[in-house]
């Protein structure tokens, strides 16, 4: 069991967590649904997923609220305006009403970027650093347990009651997360003072000039967007994989859910991981089982490529929180939102990329090409990473130099 629940603020801060998780994932699938039901459109359906993820390229402002305000009235007061948000889907009629859909979901996006960059600083608030690797891994573990349930539960609800009833129970939880979160009682780090700020441009910016100027984080970052723009191509093949086993379309969700079962898996584990080798060496083991896992799908084999799901679902895992322990170890309190957003910007950004360059080369390219393009690409990252020795600096903290940090 994690060290972090000896800790009551964090149990709480779990228990929050777990109820707007609960909504998220019962809310983004179904609204997709939604959208096609209402249209009889893919590409309506398609836009929701794009909707969720423009609002990364407005993470850094997100970032910047969540450096600037207490956290824990942050993250309750989010929940409450997103739950208002979502039950705006009530107004939701006909094919007429599908900007709404959209607007909601672009926002409920943006909202999911405010919680992270302020989740960020909660934990290295109320945890000690040796007790990060574990709360990160049990968050995760929580995360991909849900994302195997909850949709079918929103599905469900959606099938019996419609749409407004899953907008109903995603703004039920987001409400009942925000009241756990005013229970927490945790001593939150002062922002930086209002004399001691920078121009808005640089304060907006500061995330990023962290992650470049901090050598065991600079290279890490580079060498992760690299991998995740290239798996962005997965979304692509993952049907081709299926239909060269002479398996039904359907069979993509068996994969995931079994590769959801690896990331629970390497969410379980991946604090002794950690511990044993240290947060770099995690993300790189990490990518080199990504890599042997996006490998499996070249075998015409079905056990062969479900086994490779669940290295693919481990090594996620094990590379993410490496990361995300490493980089909130190494990060002052004051800049934890900012370079919280900064990572996903960093990160999720070419991903989309990828995911449309896979889209375009899908229908030219052999998709055998492609995953072990994808494979070769990871596993190179991982090597690299692994290869790398950067002196590892003790835990930054906000009485270093800002000239340090910044």
Known sequence: MPSALAHRPFRRLTVAWTFSNFGDSALYLTVAIWAKDLTGSNAAAGMVFLMLGLPVFLAPLAGQLADRLSRRRLVAGVNVVAAAGVLALLAVDDAADLWLIYLV???????????????????????????????????????????????????????????????VLTASMLVIAALVVLTVRVDESAPTPAAEREGFRRELTAGFRHLRATPQLADLMLLLAIAVAITGIANSTTFAIVEALGLPSEFFGVLASIQGGGSIVGGLTVALLIRRTGERTAVGVGLAAVAAGLAAALAPSVAVVVAGAVVLGLGVVWAVVGMVTLRQRLTPTRLQGRTSAATNMVLNGPQVAGTAAGAALIS???????????????????????????????????????????
């Not at 349930?149 to 009833?165: E, H, I, K, M, W």
């Not at 990871?378 to 690299?384: A, F, K, M």
Request: glycine share 12%; with cysteine; proline share 3%.
């Open 105 to 167: 979901t672009f926002g409920y996006g943006w909202v999911g970027y405010v919680t992270s960059a302020a989740q960020s600083g909660l934990l290295k608030d109320m945890l000690d650093d040796d007790d990060l690797a574990g709360a990160n891994g049990l968050l995760t573990t929580l995360d991909q347990g849900l994302r195997l349930l909850t949709p079918l539960a929103g599905a469900g609800v959606y099938a019996l009651y419609g749409g407004g009833a899953v907008a």
């Open 364 to 406: 030219v390219v052999d998709f055998r090409l492609l995953v072990a393009a994808m494979a070769a690409t990871v596993l190179t990252c991982g090597v690299v990473l692994l290869a790398r020795r950067v002196a590892a600096p003790a835990a930054v903290t906000d009485e270093q130099p800002a000239a340090q940090t910044v």
